[in-house]
C-alpha cells in the first residue's frame, strides 16, 4: 500500500509546541519534494512549508516563519515539521503531500496525500 501517514497533532496551549511527523509507506520519499498544508473550518487550504526532496531547500508561509521548521531524514522515508511558539490561528487539520520533483515548486503535481492530523491550540 502506497501511502503518507501524519501524526502528532494534539491539543496544546497557545506558546506550546508539537512536532508533525508524515511517514511513507510502501514508497522512498527520496524523489520527492515534500509540502505541509493546513486546513482550518471555513477556511482555503493554505501551503505551510515545503522541503526539496535532498532537505537542501526550504520554504515557509510567512504566517508560520521564523516558528516552524521542516526537515527530513530519507534514511528514515521521513519528514518533520516542528511547530513552535504555536498560536490559537494555527489551529487546522495539517497535511502532508508528496510531489515528484527535487525542488519545491509553485506548481506542484501531487501523487501522494496523507489523511491529516488534527492540530487544536487553545487555553
Known amino acids: 500500500q502506497l501511502q503518507l501517514v501524519e501524526s502528532g497533532g494534539g491539543l496544546v496551549q497557545p506558546g506550546g509546541s508539537l512536532r508533525l511527523s508524515c511517514a511513507a509507506s510502501?514508497?522512498?520519499?527520496?524523489?520527492?519534494?515534500i509540502y505541509w498544508f493546513r486546513q482550518a473550518p471555513g477556511k482555503e487550504r493554505e501551503g505551510v512549508s515545503c522541503i526539496s526532496s535532498s532537505g537542501g531547500s526550504t520554504n515557509y508561509a510567512d504566517s508560520v516563519k521564523g516558528r516552524f521548521t521542516i526537515s527530513r531524514d530519507n534514511a528514515k522515508n521521513m519528514v518533520y515539521l516542528q511547530m513552535n511558539s504555536l498560536k490559537p490561528e494555527d489551529t487546522a487539520v495539517y497535511y502532508c503531500?508528496?510531489?515528484?520533483?527535487?525542488?519545491?515548486?509553485?506548481?506542484?503535481?501531487?501523487?501522494?496525500w496523507g489523511q491529516g492530523t488534527q492540530v487544536t491550540v487553545s487555553s
Open positions: 503531500a508528496a510531489d515528484r520533483d527535487y525542488y519545491c515548486s509553485a506548481y506542484p503535481a501531487f501523487d501522494y
Open positions: 510502501g514508497f522512498t520519499l527520496d524523489y520527492y519534494a
